[in-house]
């Protein structure tokens, strides 16, 4: 079964702190790796791609491990508006249904 | 000018109804998905679709089928609704193994 795994929280971090947060999963063969930012009801949008090097945008950092099969992302100087629910998300290839996995995501209250 | 646009955004509707709710994007992708999301905020994938392959996940009940009129296009239609289908449903779109683009979301309440 594949499953991607996600602290659920909530995480209450005070503004300006830095925070991080992981994922697993459990497929190696997955191919593409992805955090979403979903704040409470509204879609989810694309935060950032992760890729094998490690990328940065700004305040945040994503990491990806293969060798432990988990990514993380970073974020610095933590801003109120950085509260919302972060999701990870694991695809395999081949672009269907049955290759592309959520996680439950992470809670993050950022707090003045 | 909205990427993806779902509609309605709003759906409340007697149990045993059939209803439909309508995906259209603008980006030029060639697959398309509807996701569910439940009150425990848990994004479940339903469905994708492209020009070639429909594929479903094994655990959407058969009164759920999506329907494709076109590339730009991916209607999910539902009957016999159950107070369980409650939920937030999302249409996205996506090139293969690239980031997807979501819509707005449906929130479809049974009475």
């Known amino acids: 079964r594949k499953e991607v795994e996600q602290d659920p929280g909530p995480f209450n971090v005070p503004e300006g702190a830095t925070v991080a947060f992981n994922c697993t999963y459990s497929?190696?063969?997955?191919?593409?790796f992805f955090w979403y930012r979903q704040d409470c009801r509204k879609e989810p949008k694309l935060l950032m791609s992760v890729y094998s090097s490690g990328n940065e945008d700004g305040r945040f950092t994503a990491q990806l491990n293969r060798a432990s099969q988990y990514i993380s992302l970073l974020i610095r100087d933590s801003k109120l508006s950085d509260s919302a629910t972060y999701l990870c998300?694991?695809?395999?290839?081949?672009?269907?249904?049955?290759?592309?996995?959520f996680g439950k995501g992470t809670h993050l209250i950022i707090q003045p | 000018d909205t990427a993806v646009s779902q509609t309605p955004k709003y759906l409340v509707t007697q149990m045993g109804n059939d209803k439909s709710i309508k995906c259209e994007q603008n980006l030029g992708h060639d697959t398309m998905y509807w996701y569910k999301q439940d009150s425990k905020k848990f994004l479940k994938i339903m469905f994708s679709?492209?020009?070639?392959?429909?594929?479903i996940n094994e655990t959407v009940p058969n009164r759920f089928s999506p329907k494709s009129p076109d590339k730009a296009h991916l209607n999910l239609h539902i009957n016999s609704l159950e107070l369980g289908d409650s939920a937030v449903y999302f249409c996205?779109?996506?090139?293969?193994?690239?980031?997807?683009?979501f819509g707005d979301g449906t929130r479809l309440s049974i009475l």
């Open positions: 679709y492209n020009n070639k392959e429909l594929i």
């Open positions: 998300v694991v695809t395999e290839g081949g672009g269907g249904a049955d290759g592309l996995t």
């Open positions: 996205a779109s996506s090139q293969e193994n690239q980031p997807q683009h």
């Open positions: 497929n190696s063969a997955s191919q593409s």
